[in-house]
């Protein structure tokens, strides 16, 4: 791969994360360019790559992509390390299933609404906690996790000793939903989920790539 990778993320962005995580674990390097998609007005660099305004894009060369799902994918079909997409078909289904609810409900509820109230807001912009959003959010996590253990169980995915798409895309959402103190107690009953996190949070790549470290 001769030619230069560009992402363009937003520091704090769990999306990012797990395009840093991937980049890192399949030994990648990209030049990395910082946009807030939050901005008012609008960022000029991220609206020249995507009308949706949403970090991370990747671009290569030409070719600019945005949906973290499928940044993993072209990065993983590009690095001259072992795939990290399984080949057995229950495997492979499990890991597009983890990836589907990461999106559709892990993202949504466990990071926008327990980690950017239970968190983010305290303790990196200095806002009140919003405890009523917390309460909501770990209600409506607890089906979430469910689902994550049952994968988790199966020992397909999410089994603590083989990393796939699914671990990287997971792993930093589950990061920022343990720093509030009420995610971090909810996860600890789920058992099979609690060894995967276990393994998962050891890792080095997760650990050196993460956007909140100083906090
Ligand atoms: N489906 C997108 C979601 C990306 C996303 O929601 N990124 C957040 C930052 S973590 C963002 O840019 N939000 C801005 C907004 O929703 O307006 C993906 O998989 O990449």
């Keep these: ?56 894009v990747l671009q290569h060369c030409d070719f600019r992509l945005t949906e973290t799902a499928a940044i993993l994918r072209y990065l993983d079909a590009l690095s001259a ?22 999106d559709s409900d892990v993202y949504p509820v466990m990071i926008r609404q327990v980690f950017s109230a239970g968190f983010y807001a305290p303790a ?22 469910s689902v994550l253990e049952q994968v988790a169980s199966d020992g397909r995915q999410l089994n603590g000793h083989v990393m796939s798409l699914a671990d990287l895309h997971l792993a930093p959402m589950m990061s920022y939903f343990v720093r509030v103190p009420e995610g971090n107690a909810m996860l600890a ?3 099979a989920l609690s060894a995967w996190w276990g393994w998962m949070s050891a890792q080095d790549s997760l650990r050196m790539t993460d956007p909140l470290k100083n906090f």
């Design 81 to 102: 390390r072992p795939s990290l997409q399984p080949s057995k078909p229950k495997a492979l289904a499990q890991m597009a299933q983890v990836i589907g609810l990461v």
């Design 124 to 145: 990196v912009t200095g806002a009140v906690r919003d405890d009523s959003a917390v309460v909501t959010g770990i209600a409506r996590a607890g089906p979430v996790l």
């Design 1 to 56: 791969m001769a030619e230069a990778l560009r992402l363009i993320g937003f520091k704090h962005s769990v999306y990012t994360w797990v395009v840093r995580l991937a980049l890192h674990e399949m030994g990648m390097a990209a030049e990395y360019v910082e946009a807030d998609p939050f901005a008012e007005p609008p960022d000029k660099v991220l609206s020249e790559h995507t009308p949706l305004r949403r970090v991370p």
């Design 189 to 191: 009953s789920f058992p």
